[in-house]
């Protein structure tokens, strides 16, 4: 049998929170740690599940409006750092870099954005560099870490944990990882066809 690895972190950090909350009940009964963001970390918390801030990870707080939030190494070497290779484990240890197993983020919502206005500022502000960052990370290193991409895969994230608890196959990571660069690929395309106008 395929070796399993295991969701201790996750990060979370989404703008469609429907359907969220029953993922998080399950992630939450394994016992898995949530990280986020403003409005997410808030709506986890209400929820009664403990969520550390990744302000507190990095020290830093959200700045520039909003801009950068998690555009950090703490959080992107927590996410690309192989677990399996001695040298990276070693830098992880050095700069307190704690894994994080789970990716759970979506992107703004340019195509709507792009169909409500007009209004050219708005719509450069709906261009996400985070999250887009974060999806194209974890799916990267899919041999350590899972990634949900949109709300499409919260239900197929939550029968996994459903059925085997909070452990996935290589298998399932790749299929995520997948999934991940179509959104990836979708989002840019919709974006370089704006720009294209």
Request: net charge negative; with cysteine; hydrophobic share 40%.
């Amino acid at each position: 049998m395929e070796e399993r690895k295991r969701i201790k972190t996750a990060l979370v950090s989404v703008y469609h929170k429907d359907g969220l909350d029953e993922l998080l009940k399950a992630l939450n009964a394994e016992g898995v740690k949530f990280l986020s963001t403003g409005g997410t970390q808030a709506f986890i918390e209400s929820l009664g599940y403990e969520c550390e801030k990744v302000e507190t990870l990095t020290t830093y707080p959200s700045i520039l409006g909003g801009r950068v939030k998690t555009l950090h190494p703490k959080v992107f070497g927590g996410i690309l750092g192989r677990r399996g290779l001695e040298s990276d484990r070693e830098e992880m240890q050095k700069y307190e870099i704690p894994d994080i197993d789970l990716v759970v983020v979506d992107l703004y919502p340019f195509e709507d954005t792009v169909k409500s206005t007009a209004n050219e500022a708005d719509i450069i502000e709906k261009i996400d560099i985070g999250g887009i960052s974060l999806i194209r990370a974890a799916a990267k290193n899919f041999n350590d870490v899972v990634i949900v991409p949109s709300k499409a895969e919260y239900e197929p994230l939550l029968n996994i944990v459903k059925e085997q608890g909070a452990e996935t196959t290589r298998e399932q990571r790749r299929w995520f990882a997948t999934r991940a660069f179509g959104v990836s690929s979708h989002y840019d395309t919709a974006i370089h066809a704006w720009f294209e106008k």
